[in-house]
Structure formats: structure tokens, C-alpha cells
């Protein structure tokens, strides 16, 4: 999120999201982030029903502004430039996750988006098919593994 106009963090628990705030407040960053306390995967599936179409935004209500939210849920009636996905390791949440960034990538992402996704090298084998993102580029630092995609 260095050098974002705005970030929108995800994040289930209760005492990660504590954490991620008190970090947002010593780095003078809170007022350029909306942190949601929810399930990611609620969250994905009710942006991409209420917040935006794959058209573009709702025909029903004016657009929200690029910096600007409604309902606290950091999402409103935009799409995402860059999406990274970090999600726990070794439960199927990676490949979970980038079916459901598929799944919902007109409604989510901006024409020009990057998707990065983070996983452990041994879950590569997981990979989920996809028809909405490209996969640009494959990385691997130590046990970490990157995938880069692109909207197709």
C-alpha cells in the first residue's frame, strides 16, 4: 500500500485487524486506508453484487468518487488497481481466492489491474483454473511464491 492514494484491507480477525490499525495510526497512514473487519470472501461476493457491475458503476445511484465509501465497507461503487491476496497458508485459501477474484473480475477490477497472489511453493500444485485474469508472472523467493495476473 506504500505510495497508494487509498488501500482497502480485508481481514477476518479481530486482533490482526487491532494490529493492522495501530499500525495504520503510527505510520500517519490511517486516513488513507479503510480497514474491513469481515470475512474476505463475504466481502468480495457483496462488492461485486452491490458495488459494482461489470458494465461499470450501478445505473441505479451516482457513482462514488475515486477516494470515497459508503457504508464503511471500503469498497462502494469503484474497482481496484492492485489486489494483493496473502491469505493463510496450506488451506486451500489461495486458490479459493483467486477463483473468486476470477469469478467476480469485471465487477472488481479496473481495465489496467494487477492481482498478486502469495502462497507457499508446495500448494502450487493448487493452481485453479482461470478465464477472466492472465497469469503474467511466476516468482519465488525462499518459501514464499508469487503469482502476478492481469485482467484478460
Known amino acids: 500500500s506504500r505510495g497508494a492514494a487509498e488501500a482497502v484491507l480485508v481481514e477476518r480477525d479481530r486482533e490482526v485487524v487491532a494490529v493492522i490499525r495501530a499500525n495504520l495510526a503510527k505510520t500517519r497512514l490511517a486516513d488513507r486506508a479503510t480497514v474491513v473487519p469481515t470475512d474476505v470472501f463475504a466481502w468480495l461476493e457483496r462488492h461485486a453484487r ?12 451516482p457513482a462514488t468518487p475515486p477516494g470515497a465509501h459508503r457504508g464503511g465497507d471500503g469498497g462502494a461503487t ?17 486458490s479459493r ?6 469469478e467476480r473480475a469485471g465487477a472488481l477490477l479496473a481495465e489496467d489491474a494487477v492481482v498478486i497472489v ?7 500444485a493448487d ?17 514464499v511464491a508469487l503469482r502476478f495476473y492481469s485482467v484478460a
Open 118 to 124: 502469495q502462497l507457499d511453493p508446495r500448494e502450487e
Open 50 to 61: 452491490d458495488g459494482a457491475s461489470p458494465e461499470g458503476p450501478r445505473a441505479d445511484g
Open 127 to 143: 493452481e485453479p483454473p482461470v478465464t477472466r485474469l492472465r497469469l503474467d508472472d511466476r516468482r519465488r523467493y525462499g518459501n
Open 97 to 102: 481466492s483467486l477463483a473468486a477474484l476470477d
Open 78 to 94: 469503484r474497482r481496484f488497481d492492485v489486489v494483493f491476496s496473502g491469505p493463510p497458508q496450506w488451506q486451500g485459501l489461495w
